[in-house]
């Protein structure tokens, strides 16, 4: 009889596991499987399996990453402000970002702007300045402060009230009033047109001085000089000197006198006569003469003629100076033209005067010496 004819125990056996799967999650824990085969099932009373032929373990147990998350926006808010520019405020809830989630973008609050009309700013003052000076030392003036407006007013806002002066008395004292003169008047006329005369001015007091014042300086009149050229001076003669001695002791002869002349200045008036004459003589002692003869008296006259030029009027009796008073010097035509002027002899009925040039005067005193020699003296 056969024994034991069963086989000998076989134990069960797996092959070598498997690597393990991708877990199922990233995160927030997976799971993960791994197999094996099995190679040879227990037989015989042979050992049993230890496990089976598939493995799982979680994966991945760490938390998944959240990301910020916003929840709705509230209702605006009232605005902070009733003028002027205020704001209204709205706000959402946030949740946070956790395990290295995104975070929120954009703001958890947000503004709009509400009440932008302008609010009603009434005026406002600065500070007054210091008084100023008082305007006047006496008789009274007046000091004055300032102030500026700070903030003026709008929309309708209250106006600034006062004003931006004051004013205040000062110095009420009575001044002392100083003495002033008016302007002065016109020069009076000249009291003299020539030779210096005088001529005044006045003025009369505007103010008296007063209350301690000081007293007007200077007068009331001004005097000056005035009219100081030289007054014009005609010319003039001096009184004819005595007649000469007359040329013959017997008979006619001839005489002859002069006399000085004064010339004009400062554009006088020139003299309008004769600075010499001659005229017919007879010796009062006719006791040694042949006959008796009477004297005439006819002038010998330089004349000047319209015309510029010379001439002798009339000749009778040549007359021959005494050697005590020299000869007669015959003057240049500027001597003649300047000393003798036209004849004032109104008993001259001769013939009409004639140009008697300065180079014929010499042949004309020749031919008097002539005439002297003959008898009667006389020539014409």
Known sequence: MVCNAHGCPVDCKFDEWSEWSECSKSCSTGNRTASRALITSPQWGGQPCDGGVLRTEYCNEQPCPEDCAWGEWSHYSVCSKTCGGGEMLRSRPRISEMYGGHPCSGNETESIECSTQGCPQDCRWG?????????????????????????????GGD????????????NFDVCAQDCSWNDWEQWAPCSASCNGGTRSKSRTKKAEAANG?????????????????????????????????????????????????????????????????????????????????TSTTTLLTLL??????????????????????????????????KNFTESKDPSYRGQAYKPCPEG????????????????GGVAT
């Open 127 to 155: 500070q007054w300045t210091d008084w100023s000076s008082c305007s006047k030392e006496c008789g009274g003036g007046y000091i004055k402060r300032l102030r500026e407006v700070l903030q003026k007013a709008e929309n």
């Open 159 to 170: 106006p600034c009230f006062g004003s931006n002066m004051q004013e205040a008395g000062c």
């Open 213 to 293: 014042g000081m007293p007007c300086v200077g007068n009331r009149t001004q005097i000056e000089k005035c009219s100081v050229e030289p007054c014009p001076v005609d010319c003039t003669f001096e009184l004819w000197d005595s007649w000469g001695d007359c040329s013959t002791s017997c008979g006619k002869g001839s005489r002859f006198r002069t006399r000085v002349k004064k010339e004009e200045l400062y554009g006088g008036a020139p003299c309008q006569d004769v600075m010499w004459e001659a005229s017919d003589c007879s010796n009062p002692d006719s006791s040694s003469c042949p006959a008796h003869t």
């Open 304 to 337: 000047k003629l319209p015309e510029g030029e010379l001439a002798w009027s009339h000749l009778h009796n040549v007359w021959e100076p005494q050697a005590s008073r020299g000869p007669l010097a015959i003057p240049s035509q500027n001597d003649l033209s």
């Open 360 to 375: 014929e005067l010499d042949k004309m005193l020749a031919k008097m010496e002539a005439l002297k020699k003959q008898p």
